[in-house]
């Protein structure tokens, strides 16, 4: 497992990279964007993510949180889309 420098956060542990996972919500949207390339605290959890890598996910959360609320206003009985990119 790759490792990293000492956390910012704790200032205790080293971190280790993982996939993670961050769930993003607007005017009652839920979305989640998983297989996030990060460096991660084992200690406190902290997360930090290579330059651009959060821009990106920001980016992506957005598309789908508007994709997400225009197909609600369309047919707001159905309560869960499920979107994979591979």
Known sequence: MKKGKICTECKQTETQFQFVSMEF???GVQVEVEGIPAMV???CGEK???PGVAEQVIAAANEMLDAAGKAKKKAPELHQYVVEVA
Do not use: I, K
């Open 25 to 27: 919500e607007r005017e």
């Open 41 to 43: 605290c084992p200690n």
């Open 48 to 50: 930090a993510f290579a």
